[in-house]
């Protein structure tokens, strides 16, 4: 009685009815077959990198397609299951990539046990979208959402194929929105609680009123099945790259050519931001759109083509979604000032399909009071690795040595006062320290092979 009155009191409300939205929309999702192609070589699963077993990102994130379970004179692994959802009543249906990846033939099973054969119009391997078509007419369809009204907390559904059992229906809520995830910078996205597991794989993602907000993708798993961290591709970022294929048969996306690096709360009182905020500019590839522009190293982004940076995995995303050789403004924060740039953005091309990028060589920095022995290079260092200008690290030592500096790297640059000063000779360097104040934040611009990155230390007390 006393549980009654308190939820009464408290104004609770009864869990969603998702019934009617099962009804009207579970039509439009299908099954999809896909058997790979035996002849080609077959390209290598997702692994995880090499670590321990004990570390957190050990096996972290899986895209998830089941195998067919084996039978007399099947060849392995040669066939392969996933879901997808119909968008036009000609036929289109949108699923993942790795779903329809090198396949020999695919085959799309409706609600109604019909089936067809399809033809994949496109796939983006990079945001893992892909668009394929039935040759039917009258199809029921899906009603597209918009991500971006969706709120943390909400209620969601799935409807999917998990290990088969197809129109399986699972429901949860959104736990966040915005997601980046390891070698995913160009989509946002939605993590929920939604049971899913393989199979449910390019299945749709709805809220309360059936509208499609994301396309089921990945899941944090240790064991391949599911564990409440579900991951969906907004709708509107797969509208958008369907569109793109289904009219130029491939994905544009921009680029301006620079390497950055999270803000931390140390690195925005170094650079004397107000906030811990923007994508701060590591390196600026020489001769890229960045570079003409005017962006410079140790720069922060803080608005791009009109939109604010808040966390730097949200500038490769937004750049991504500008159109190439387009002209947009950049707000950047330089010496403790804002300054306005116009930047022609470029066309981004996969790494795998280009030649490595040529990075600008900063300058470096060192001194003892900071825990660091640093020495200028030889003619022999200069020659082998390439270094153009900086300071070798000999020894880190003290506060130093709990950094990520190690011996072998190139120091390039001071930032002190949210100003950068750009180093070469020993004498400058240990001028620069000599000046701190005991405890007084540092950060040093730090080179290791191709990659740069600014590390923050403190001076000895």
């Known amino acids: 009685m006393l549980a009654a009155s308190v939820s009464s009191a408290a ?86 990539a790795h779903v329809v990846e090198e396949a020999e033939r695919i085959m799309v099973r409706l609600a109604d046990k019909r089936e067809y054969d399809a033809t994949v119009i496109g796939a983006d391997a990079r945001s893992d979208v892909a668009l394929i078509r039935i040759e039917a007419s009258g199809l029921p369809h899906v009603v597209l959402g918009d991500p971006e009204a969706l709120a943390v907390g909400e209620w969601v559904l799935a409807i999917g194929s998990p290990f088969g059992f197809e129109q399986s229906v699972t429901a949860g809520i959104v736990s966040a929105k915005g997601r980046s995830l390891p070698d995913e910078n160009f989509v946002p996205f939605i993590q929920t609680d939604v049971a899913i597991n393989p199979g449910n794989s390019g299945g749709p993602l709805f809220n309360l009123r ?19 961290l579900s991951f969906a591709i907004p709708i509107d970022v797969a509208m958008d790259v369907q569109q793109q294929l289904r009219s130029k048969g491939r994905v544009e996306r921009g680029r301006i050519g620079v390497a950055i690096q999270e803000i931390t709360r140390d690195l925005a009182d170094s650079f004397g931001l107000p906030r811990a905020a923007g994508a701060l500019v590591s390196s600026v590839e020489a001769n890229s759109p960045a570079a003409v522009g005017g962006v ?62 040529e990075t600008t060589p900063g300058a470096a920095g060192a001194g003892n009071r900071l825990g660091l022995e640093l020495a200028v290079p030889s003619a022999q260092q200069r020659r082998e690795r390439g270094i153009v200008r900086g300071l070798v690290v000999q020894r880190v030592l003290g506060a130093a040595a709990r950094s990520e500096i190690v011996p072998g790297d190139v120091v390039l ?49």
């Open 11 to 96: 104004g609770l409300q009864a869990l969603p009815d998702f019934t009617r939205l099962v009804a009207s929309q579970g039509a439009a999702v299908v099954n999809i077959s896909a058997t790979q192609v035996r002849a080609a070589p077959q390209k290598q699963p997702f692994r995880p990198p090499e670590l321990d077993e004990s570390d957190p990102m050990f096996d972290f994130f899986r895209r998830f397609v089941p195998r067919m379970p084996d039978y007399p004179g099947a060849e392995p692994d040669d066939k392969s299951l996933g879901s997808g959802f119909i968008i036009s009543h000609d036929g289109y249906i949108l699923t993942n």
């Open 210 to 228: 059936g509208e499609v907000i994301g396309i089921n993708s990945q899941i944090y798993s240790r064991t391949g099945g599911f564990m409440g």
């Open 296 to 357: 410079e190293q140790g720069d922060v982004i803080i608005r791009f083509n009109g939109r604010s940076i808040e966390n730097s995995a949200d500038l490769p995303r937004i750049v991504a979604a500008v159109q190439p050789g387009s002209k947009v403004g950049v707000e950047i924060f330089r010496d403790g000032v804002p300054r306005a740039l116009t930047l022609a953005v470029g066309e981004w091309r996969d790494p795998e399909d280009e030649p490595a990028a």
């Open 413 to 461: 640059a001071m930032v002190v006062g949210g100003r950068q000063v750009k180093l070469d000779r020993i004498e400058e360097f240990e001028r620069m320290v000599a000046a701190l104040a005991p405890a007084q934040q540092v950060t040093l611009l730090v080179a290791r092979a191709d990659t740069a990155s600014y590390v923050s230390l403190r001076a000895a007390k």
